[in-house]
């Protein structure tokens, strides 16, 4: 809820100071419980107790990374289960959150494709697992350098409307106060929703999954493109109203043998033409059941130098491969620890 929904969920019957006590505690002071709230008077925090629940996600299973990424499996209130994970370093920390329960779009390099989709996630869904990532490692926004990136399970432009409406919550200088230039989209292409998405005042970065070179090889790998044509693709990342301080980034899964030889990349790089953006090469991160190999590190630095003599081109670390929370690992894998 934002203000103007708790100001309506709280009637006339309370002051309209309340609605704003109310969104501090929720989202800059981050309570567990309506106990917490010591400022409103114990008969209103029973009744918000009984008629509106917190709602945060419960955390189920904690998976840590031998790099300190740590891949959290949280139940929602319906017992569907979705997956967020926390990315340290020295000077800042990223959030990777899910926006839907599973995934529709079928990338052929995904482990979370192959679940399919169950269903949307709210905007207290998305914002819940932010903050439940903050809380659980002890961290506050602006203070703290945090970016959040909408990579997780899920095509967030499939689930706009929540997922602009958690982004406002997550900007708004009232509550977390994350600016919107640390917060990221990516899509898989979902060509009317960039539009729409670029319409928007309040609205995160945006980030293309590319993945292929040419229209045949982007529609045996993203089947999406079968329904959105990369030409197309292309055309909606050019009319794109970019904000003055931002690029496009463009995402570019690597599979060994398929789409990462020279003539990829010379081929890229007549795709990015004349756009402001940036490329982020991503060496396929594996999973059983993926028919696909990740190529060689040299393989790689030769298509980054190739594409990087237009476009700023980098290479994206993975992190917590061990526990599959790198990027396309999301597939709620359990992990067993065998002793001795």
């Not at 570019?252 to 003539?263: E, I, P, Q, S, T």
């Not at 953006?277 to 059983?288: R, T």
């Not at 040299?298 to 130098?305: E, G, I, K, L, S």
């Amino acid at each position: 809820m934002d203000l103007a929904d708790l100001t309506n969920a709280l009637g006339p019957a309370e002051p309209a100071f309340r609605a704003a006590q109310i969104y501090d505690a929720v989202y800059r002071q981050r309570v567990e419980n309506w106990e917490a709230v010591s400022n409103l008077p114990k008969p209103l925090r029973a009744r918000l107790a009984e008629t509106l629940p917190l709602g945060l996600p419960a955390i189920e299973k904690r998976y840590v990374s031998a790099d300190g990424t740590v891949r959290y499996l949280l139940r929602l209130a319906d017992g569907k289960t979705v997956e967020t994970v926390w990315m340290p370093e020295a000077d800042r920390a990223t959030i990777c959150i899910s926006s839907q329960v599973g995934c529709a779009v079928d990338c052929k390099f995904c482990l979370t494709a192959r679940m399919g989709l169950e269903r949307n996630l709210t905007a207290g869904e998305i914002v819940g697992q932010v903050l439940l990532a903050a809380s659980s490692q002890r961290v506050t926004a602006p203070v703290d350098r945090l970016n959040i990136v909408m990579m997780g399970q899920g095509e967030p432009l499939l689930n706009l409307a929540n997922v602009i409406k958690a982004t406002r919550l997550l900007t708004d200088p009232e509550g977390m106060g994350i600016p919107p230039r640390r917060i990221t989209l990516s899509t898989a292409g979902i060509v009317p929703k960039i539009a729409e998405l670029g319409r928007e005042t309040i609205r995160p970065k945006l980030a293309i999954s590319l993945n292929a070179s040419y229209e045949d090889q982007r529609r045996e790998l993203m089947p999406i493109t079968r329904k959105y044509h990369l030409k197309d693709l292309m055309e909606a990342c050019r009319a794109y109203p970019l904000r003055t301080w931002e690029k496009l980034t463009f995402e570019y899964v690597l599979l060994k043998g398929v789409n990462d030889n020279d003539a990829d990349a010379r081929r890229v790089v007549q795709l990015l033409a004349h756009l402001n953006c940036k490329v982020n090469l991503i060496a396929l991160n594996p999973g059983p059941g993926i028919p696909f190999e990740t190529p060689d590190p040299a393989r790689v630095a030769t298509f980054q130098a190739i594409v990087r003599r237009a476009v700023p081109c980098f290479v994206r670390k993975p992190r917590g491969l061990d526990v599959f929370a790198a990027c396309g690992q999301l597939k709620r894998m359990e992990l067993v620890t065998i002793a001795g």
